[in-house]
C-alpha cells in the first residue's frame, strides 16, 4: 500500500504520530511536505497529496492542517479526490465503508496523538462496503465529471 501524506505547519508534529501507524501497516509513504515549521499554504500539501492519490502514484493520502478544515478543501477540489475530516474513529471507519474516502483529513489542533492514531487505524482497517453505497459513490464520481465539464 502507497501513502501520500502532505501537511501545512500546523501539521507537522501530528504527522510523525500518522507515520508511526503507517509504518506498522507496512505503508509505502510519499512524504509531500511540509518539514518546516515556516508558515506554509495548505491548498498546495493538499492538492498535492490528491493529485497522488487521483493519478495513482499513491493508493491514499493522508491530509493535515490546523483544523484539517482547509485542507480538506483543497483536496477535494481535485477531481477524483474524497477526503473526508475526521475526528473519531467511527467517522473514519465509515468514510472508507460507505464513502470509499480515499484520502483521510485531520486537524492538528483539533486531535492530539493518540487519537489521531487510532483514527488512522480505523481509516486503514475499514473497506468500502459497496451495495447501496456504490450508487452513491458513483452520483459523487458524476458530480465531478459534471465539473470538469464545466471547467
Known amino acids: 500500500m502507497k501513502v501520500a501524506i502532505g501537511c501545512d505547519h500546523a501539521g507537522i508534529d501530528l504527522k510523525s504520530s500518522v507515520l508511526e501507524v503507517l509504518d506498522e501497516y507496512g505503508a509505502h509513504v510519499i512524504d509531500l511536505g511540509t518539514n518546516e515549521r515556516e508558515s506554509v499554504d495548505y491548498p498546495d500539501y493538499g492538492a498535492a497529496v490528491a493529485r497522488a492519490v487521483v493519478s495513482g502514484e499513491a493508493d491514499l493520502g493522508v491530509v493535515l492542517c490546523g483544523t484539517g478544515i482547509g485542507i480538506s478543501i483543497a483536496a477535494n477540489k481535485v477531481v477524483g479526490a474524497r477526503a473526508a475530516l475526521c475526528h473519531d474513529t467511527f467517522s473514519a471507519r465509515m468514510s ?10 485531520m486537524g492538528a489542533r483539533i486531535v492530539g496523538p493518540g487519537l489521531a492514531q487510532e483514527i488512522v487505524r480505523a481509516w486503514l482497517g475499514g473497506s468500502f462496503a459497496g451495495g447501496r453505497h456504490q450508487r452513491r459513490v458513483e452520483k459523487l464520481d458524476q458530480l465531478d465529471r459534471a465539473r470538469e465539464l464545466n471547467g
Open 96 to 105: 472508507r465503508e460507505h464513502n470509499d474516502a480515499n484520502i483521510l483529513a
